[in-house]
């Protein structure tokens, strides 16, 4: 093959991939805009959500249930850091398909133009949008490099917030291996600049 053909066949396996990994999501009808808080420390973020204190006179009064795993330490590193004063908007994109891998996740976050948040981030939009956040099923972040993301002996780990539908009124967050495959109806969280259309 020339070097032509080969640029045109990789082209069009991309197109292909592309338009597989689309149909793998819904796309949201709603995006929700927030603003970063002038107090927002992103270094400090994790250890301020995981405050059950935070939680006691709040909105989850049956509480919250952290994963003490996810911690400012353990994802330290991030594509991109939330900045107070910054303007931003949210949307949660469900899956639609039986088995949805991590790079799948990740082609379609590129692909919608979207910033890679990480744990802070994805904290940061349940505090600000918690009316507005998925219940009933798991909302995953994921990123872009694994060096961002919680590491162990058993491999790297994403992770993910689920809140409690109707009047449970309690919140999880937990850790899935980044080479896991996700299911239906879960969620994944695109968090854009105000000015991305």
Do not use: C
Not at 53 to 82: C, H, M, Q, W, Y
Not at 163 to 168: C, R, S
């Amino acid at each position: 093959m020339t070097r032509e053909e080969i640029i045109s066949e990789e082209a069009s396996n991309l197109g292909q991939r592309m338009d597989r990994v689309e149909s793998l999501f819904r796309e949201p009808s709603a995006k929700y805009h927030f603003s970063v808080p002038s107090d927002y420390v992103h270094e400090k973020q994790l250890e301020r959500f995981n405050d059950p204190e935070k939680f006691s006179k709040g909105t989850f009064k049956l509480g919250f249930f952290p994963d003490r795993t996810i911690t400012d330490e353990g994802f330290k590193n991030v594509s991109v850091a939330l900045r107070p004063g910054n303007s931003y908007y949210a949307k949660f994109y469900k899956i639609v398909a039986h088995r949805v891998e991590i790079k799948d996740y990740l082609l379609f976050l590129k692909m919608k133009g979207a910033l890679l948040v990480g744990a802070q981030g994805l904290t940061l939009v349940h505090q600000l949008l918690t009316d507005k956040f998925p219940a009933g099923e798991p909302v995953f972040t994921v990123d872009e490099e694994k060096n961002n993301l919680f590491k162990n002996g058993e491999g790297y780990y994403i992770p993910s917030l689920y809140q409690e539908p109707g009047v449970f009124n309690i919140l999880r967050s937990s850790l899935s291996k980044f080479d896991s495959t996700y299911r239906y109806g879960v969620y994944l969280l695109g968090v854009f600049k105000n000015n991305h259309f």
